[in-house]
């Protein structure tokens, strides 16, 4: 096989780990607004692929890197592969957290609904541009979709500002939640990683959108 059919290979193994993580976000955020208990053990049971992907993509371009002696942007594409499913592996991991947190908890329906909506919806917008910029390499679009990650801080400083300014205690969900919530600012944290790893294989620039 030549370099390049197995260079597109590896990239479809990564936007494969990408759709999976988008999937199991996206029924996470779900989960937590419904209280949905079946939905969450499906997210926390999907963990396992994930993970299982990300050491698939380690272990193939271990093998593309000593059979084929990759150079410049392939070589890159290698190490910037690593990083981006460590990236991807991390959100996987914080859809397993809200999974985990719906299970233990009793569903509670509280004023803060469509705002936990706003940023779980956010943060799938944000999601998609990534996995964009990921099928594309265009670098003006990651520069774009990293930005994009201010609107999901700008909401998640807001609840928890009126969070805090509540005084009516039956109005104020779990203290647990906000931990929760911030999983899911994390993840938006780690998809603005992605869009550095992107820019760096295809300029080879090392970008820090902090």
């Given at each position: 096989m030549r370099i390049e059919e197995r260079m597109e290979e590896y990239q479809e193994e990564i936007l494969d780990m990408a759709n999976r993580v988008r999937k199991s976000m996206d029924m996470a955020?779900?989960?937590?607004?419904?209280?949905?208990?079946e939905l969450a053990l499906e997210v926390i049971e999907r963990d396992d692929h994930i993970n299982y992907a990300d050491e698939s993509i380690n272990d193939s371009a271990v093998e593309i890197l000593?059979?084929?002696q990759p150079v410049a942007k392939d070589l890159r594409w290698l190490i910037g592969g690593i990083k981006i499913a460590s990236d991807l592996?991390?959100?996987g991991?914080?859809?397993k957290n809200i999974g985990r947190f719906v299970i233990k908890n009793d569903?509670?329906?509280?004023?803060y609904d469509e705002e936990i909506e706003e940023i779980?919806?956010?943060f799938l917008e944000n999601f998609d541009a990534v996995?964009?910029?990921?099928?594309?390499?265009?670098?003006k679009q990651a520069y774009i979709a990293a930005e994009l990650d201010d609107r999901l801080d700008d909401a998640f400083k807001r609840i928890m500002n009126r969070f805090a300014d509540d005084t009516d205690a039956a109005h104020r969900f779990p203290l647990a939640t906000t931990g929760i919530l911030r999983n899911i600012e994390r993840a938006g944290d780690h998809s603005k990683n992605i869009c550095e790893q992107v820019i760096y294989i295809v300029k080879g620039?090392?970008?820090d959108f902090g």
């Open positions: 955020i779900k989960a937590l607004i419904s209280g949905d208990k000593s059979l084929m592996e991390r959100i991991d914080y859809s569903y509670l329906e509280t004023p779980g919806n956010l996995v964009g910029v990921l099928k594309s390499q265009d670098v620039q090392h970008i």
